[in-house]
């Protein structure tokens, strides 16, 4: 079984929409991490956000904002009117302390922002 | 204050042949990573490197072997090249392994089997 479900394989939007990338992870840990990284089209994955399983507290970033919700397992990333600057593939990954702190990571969310 | 670096960015080689990789981690870090990417997947992970030692390790064959230098510079190496290893390598660094910290990653390295 997947430990971390991107089901959203590509998304596409006009600039300034707002969009939600969606995240659902499988953990039997009680404590882990969450993160999210950007990867643009040169191939580098960027560090966006890292959450802990104690901490539900959601958080805003300028733009970014991301909703952790243990109850649903469910760890989505929203951006609020888009740019072009934010087409990328986005990855939402999770580390466990069961399996060292490695982080798997979800098969990414293609987002295609339009002008 | 540089980053992840790798080299080469694309390489080119033939079923069967023996291919190395090399990473440079970000300035401070002591901890080398690898994952494999193919095309429209996630990241997979291959092995980490810590103190010179591989302390983790997913699920690859024994044709993928590493290295962790005294500088903490790594090279990944892959032996009897198949065509599915085909695929972005990426190297990311952190600091401290078996650590949450958040993983700096390089540019990936663009290998092409044919």
Known sequence: ?????????????????????????????????????????SGELVFLIRRNSFDEQNEISGR?????????????????????????????ALSEAGGSYIPT??????????? | DAGVTQSPTHLIKTRGQQVTLRCSP??????????????????????????????QRGNFPDRFSGHQFPNYSSELNVNALLLGDSALYLCASSLGATTNSPLHFGNGTRLTVT
Request: aromatic letters at 18%; hydrophobic letters at 30%; proline letters at 4%.
């Open chain 2, 26 to 55: 970000k300035s401070g870090h002591d901890t080398v990573s690898w994952y494999q990417q193919a095309l429209g997947q996630g990241p997979q992970f291959i092995f980490q490197y810590y103190e010179e030692e591989e302390r």
């Open chain 1, 64 to 92: 970014y904002s991301w909703n952790f919700q243990k109850s649903t397992s469910s760890f989505n990333f929203t951006i609020t009117a888009s740019q072009v600057v934010d087409s990328a593939v986005y990855f939402c």
């Open chain 1, 1 to 41: 079984a997947q430990k971390v479900t991107q089901a959203q394989t590509e998304i596409s939007v006009v600039e300034k929409e707002d969009v939600t990338l969606d995240c659902v992870y499988e953990t039997r840990d009680t404590t882990y991490y969450l993160f999210w990284y950007k990867q643009p089209p």
């Open chain 1, 105 to 115: 990571f979800g098969r990414g969310t293609s987002l295609i922002v339009h002008p």
